[in-house]
């Protein structure tokens, strides 16, 4: 029996992960959710909570991480959360397969911090936030997205993204 597809829906400030157990089915069924509080945070707030960044090494030397955001580096931080738990379930055979859902920026953030053998697993991904919908809407949405297959007899193109997920190519303008 085949294991079932897991369904990331996230931006970032919160996450929900979904299994289907087929395609076809329709049904989503809840697994886990998760909040992300600190990015609604006032940076004053993030900073007090991250003070003491600057290591010493050696003697008269002070070394600083590089220059980002106390909310980009939480941004981060939330998407290796999310990242880890797809991959702690492919590696646990929870899982076959994974869609993600997420915000621009979380979904470029989540695909990059996925280990190589965890990314394989990914089917498909789009660029949306659907993190404010529930039930039939969420439903609906994820099924619009989902890239169609191919009537019989006919050859499917290469997608140019990653994970096949399907995108809109509009002609270039002089």
Same mark, same amino acid.
Request: net charge positive; aromatic share 4%.
């Given at each position: 029996? *085949?294991?079932?597809?897991?369904?990331?829906?996230?931006?970032?400030?919160?996450?929900?992960?979904?299994? %289907?157990?087929?395609?076809?089915? @329709?049904?989503?069924?809840?697994?886990?959710?998760?909040? +992300?509080? #600190?990015?609604?945070?006032?940076?004053?707030?993030?900073?007090?909570? +991250?003070? @003491? &960044?600057?290591?010493? !090494?050696?003697?008269?030397?002070?070394?600083?991480?590089?220059?980002?955001?106390?909310?980009?580096?939480?941004?981060?931080?939330? $998407?290796?959360?999310?990242?880890?738990?797809? $991959?702690?379930?492919?590696?646990? !055979? &929870?899982?076959? #397969?994974?869609?993600?859902? $997420?915000? +621009?920026?979380?979904?470029?953030?989540?695909?990059?911090?996925?280990? *190589?053998?965890?990314?394989?697993?990914?089917?498909?991904?789009?660029?949306?936030?659907?993190? &404010?919908?529930?039930? &039939?809407?969420?439903?609906?949405?994820?099924? #619009?997205?989902?890239? %169609?297959?191919?009537?019989?007899?006919?050859?499917?193109?290469?997608?140019?993204?990653?994970?096949? #997920? %399907? !995108?809109?190519?509009?002609?270039?303008?002089?």
């Amino acid at each position: 029996m *085949a294991r079932p597809t897991w369904i990331l829906v996230a931006d970032g400030s919160r996450a929900r992960l979904f299994e %289907q157990e087929r395609p076809d089915d @329709g049904r989503l069924v809840p697994l886990q959710s998760w909040a +992300n509080p #600190a990015l609604r945070l006032r940076a004053e707030s993030l900073a007090y909570r +991250n003070l @003491g &960044r600057a290591s010493k !090494g050696h003697i008269g030397s002070v070394s600083f991480e590089p220059r980002t955001s106390l909310k980009e580096r939480e941004h981060e931080r939330f $998407a290796h959360e999310l990242a880890q738990h797809l $991959a702690d379930g492919v590696r646990g !055979g &929870r899982c076959d #397969a994974l869609v993600l859902i $997420a915000s +621009n920026s979380m979904l470029g953030s989540v695909r990059h911090a996925l280990p *190589a053998q965890t990314a394989k697993r990914v089917q498909w991904s789009a660029a949306v936030d659907l993190t &404010r919908l529930d039930g &039939r809407e969420l439903r609906e949405r994820i099924e #619009a997205l989902r890239p %169609q297959a191919p009537p019989p007899g006919v050859e499917a193109e290469a997608s140019p993204r990653p994970g096949g #997920a %399907q !995108g809109i190519s509009l002609p270039m303008v002089p």
